[in-house]
T-cell receptor, first 115, second 117 residues
Framework: AQSVAQPEDQVNVAEGNPLTVKCTYS??????LFWYVQYPNRGLQFLLK??????LVKGSYGFEAEFNKSQTSFHLKKPSALVSDSALYFC?????????????FGKGTRLSVIA | GAVVSQHPSWVICKSGTSVKIECRSL??????MFWYRQFPKQSLMLMAT?????????EQGVEKDKFLINHASLTLSTLTVTSAHPEDSSFYIC?????????????FGNGTRLTVT
């Protein structure tokens, strides 16, 4: 069975500081990992994905994520947070052999960037 | 990039009435669409997988007679909340994938805020 854990409900960071939003996963086979962001009363927007290759993946709005196979983690990072980054962030996973099955999402982490 | 359009963005209805929510893939064909429900401050709950030309696959605990899903074309899926009650008030989001490969991301509509009075 596939699962995703986002251990933090809320992450607070000062503007200009680096931010990390944690995600660990469990999946059969090789994982395909995704990060999405949700602004209030909106759908989810795709940020980045890891499929294969370089463990450090760069995505939209200056975000990046590092795939760590031994720790089964895919933490989202940004070197310098902006107030506009405040939103709800979801990590998601699908196994490489899962075909067209739905993504499995974490419960979400609310990021609050304080000016 | 791929765009998924969801309509309406918000709706208020009276208890006992039915509400239809549309989800369209604007620049790609989607044989499969996914419907999610999101409660305040909570994660997404997958309700059902909508398959073009066939019956939807519902997740455990989701009433298929209450949440009717129709996927009549490759670009349109609809979710009808029948005989709505206040407890059905929620944020409903649809999503679709440009292709069926496992590594392609989902594209989400902007969601529909349903309030049942």
């Amino acid at each position: 069975a596939q699962s995703v854990a986002q251990p933090e409900d809320q992450v607070n960071v000062a503007e200009g500081n680096p931010l990390t939003v944690k995600c660990t996963y469990s999946v059969s086979g090789n994982p395909y990992l995704f990060w999405y962001v949700q602004y209030p009363n909106r759908g989810l927007q795709f940020l980045l994905k890891y499929i294969t290759g370089d463990n450090l993946v760069k995505g939209s709005y200056g975000f990046e994520a590092e795939f760590n196979k031994s720790q089964t983690s895919f933490h989202l990072k940004k070197p310098s947070a902006l107030v506009s980054d405040s939103a709800l962030y979801f990590c998601a996973v699908r196994g490489s052999h899962s075909g067209n099955t739905p993504l499995v999402f974490g419960k979400g982490t609310r990021l609050s960037v304080i000016a | 990039g791929a765009v998924v359009s969801q309509h309406p963005s918000w709706v208020i209805c009276k208890s006992g009435t039915s509400v239809k929510i549309e989800c369209r893939s604007l620049d790609f064909q989607a044989t499969t669409m996914f419907w999610y429900r999101q409660f305040p401050k909570q994660s997404l709950m997958l309700m059902a997988t909508s398959n073009e030309g066939s019956k939807a696959t519902y997740e455990q605990g989701v009433e298929k007679d209450k949440f009717l899903i129709n996927h009549a074309s490759l670009t349109l899926s609809t979710l009808t909340v029948t005989s709505a009650h206040p407890e059905d008030s929620s944020f409903y989001i649809c999503s679709a994938r440009e292709d069926t490969r496992s590594n392609s991301p989902l594209h989400f509509g902007n969601g529909t805020r349903l309030t049942v009075t």
